[in-house]
């Protein structure tokens, strides 16, 4: 097939995340097997215009702010006269509205949709912008078919007014070469928490700092680790020093690839304390070094989060019994260890190669046109 994809950051995108890793995932494997594909994403400093990364074909224009603008005129003057099968639009932030003007069939890649969460976590003209376009999301995209990375996304999008039948759960994958128990869980000695994940206010790291005082009553040796970095970390430092704990609390910044794994390996237990997620990869990643999770009771961490085998869930936002279900883990030996156990053995139910012929299965009946 010969494909064309719109995501607002690219593979090499200093904040590419998740939903950048699931889409490369997918795609370095469809060139592999034979076809073309093209990625439209914002430019960022230091970035050329035109790249390619793994054989896919990178081309960027605008920037964090005017991508969902930008890229559309892009497609039109460089490839509107091109015949694609296959539109693939990842709509992790305000829609590119492919629908109304890519001439191929569109299949709306989607992690997870931000809804009124907008507000609580973002300043308010930025929330406004992202939930009166997602709005609009089941008129523009009425006869697009939905590849998503969870059931909870999936109700979210039934819930907006989504026909179910258009909508195919394919989950996550996950490298599982690049992941390991280095540090066996028994052998963890030190009482330390991490949170792994972009610093910025929706991924909730704030929660963890302000769990953290009451752990410390009860668990006074604790350290958190927090592991990567986003526009947020000044703020975060200045809660951990008004809080008095900014001596238990280390800031890694971005981290390598060997540098999270050695951080996981000395972690006894992980948080994940967002409001939403399109499915927690940072969850399996933990879970595949033998760290079991606290996390919130959010969509997407309810399933990558197995209560009572592989962690704990709490209320998101209480931050009480977040603490708690820290104390918990760190307190029990025998929980702790039992929870990582099972912990391992639910990553490595992932890869991504599974992921991609689930996707790739959906791939087709989109470009055919087929919803089911």
């Not at 694609?84 to 191929?104: M, Y």
């Not at 912990?343 to 139910?349: D, N, Y």
Request: charged fraction near 25%; include cysteine.
């Amino acid at each position: 097939m010969n494909l064309i994809a719109f995501n607002w950051r690219d593979p090499k995108h200093p904040e590419a995340g998740g939903a950048e890793l699931h889409l490369f995932e997918i795609l370095r494997r469809a060139v592999r097997d034979g076809d073309r594909a093209v990625w439209l994403s914002e430019r960022f400093p230091g970035a050329a215009a035109d790249d390619r990364v793994e054989g896919i074909e990178v081309h960027r224009a605008g920037s964090w702010y005017n991508a969902h603008l930008a890229l559309g005129a892009l497609y039109r003057k460089r490839f509107r006269e091109e015949r694609f099968d296959l539109v693939l639009e990842d709509i992790n932030k305000v829609p590119f509205f492919t629908p109304l003007f890519a001439k191929a069939p569109v299949l709306a890649v989607i992690p997870h949709l931000f809804g009124g969460a907008a507000f609580r976590e973002a300043s308010l003209p930025v929330a406004a912008v992202v939930w009166a376009h997602e709005s609009l999301i089941p008129f523009v995209y009425r006869r697009v078919p939905f590849l998503v990375i969870s059931e909870s996304t999936r109700d979210d999008l039934a819930r907006r007014g989504v026909d179910p039948r258009r909508i195919s759960v394919v989950r996550c994958g996950l490298t599982q070469e690049d992941y390991s128990v280095t540090v066996p869980p028994e052998d963890r000695c030190d009482p330390t928490i991490i949170f792994l994940g972009r610093l910025r206010r929706y991924k909730g790291a704030q929660h963890a700092i302000r769990a953290l005082p009451r752990v410390l009553a009860q668990v006074p040796a604790a350290k958190l680790i927090v592991a990567g970095d986003g526009p947020y970390r000044p703020e975060l430092e200045a809660l951990a020093r008004s809080l008095g704990v900014a001596e238990r609390v280390t800031f890694l910044g971005a981290v390598s690839q060997r540098e999270k794994v050695a951080a996981l390996n000395q972690a006894q237990v992980a948080v994940a304390p967002s409001p939403k997620e399109g499915w927690g990869l940072t969850v399996i990643e933990a879970n595949a070094c033998g760290v079991p999770v606290v996390a919130s009771r959010s969509p997407g961490l309810i399933e990558s989060v197995r209560e009572g085998e592989t962690g704990i869930l709490a209320p998101h936002g209480d931050e009480a019994a977040l603490a708690d279900g820290l104390i918990r883990l760190l307190t029990d030996r025998d929980l702790r260890l039992k929870q990582a156990k099972a912990a391992i053995a639910w990553a490595k139910t992932f890869d991504w190669e599974t992921c991609y012929r689930g996707s790739r299965a959906v791939m087709e009946r989109a470009a055919a046109r087929k919803i089911a």
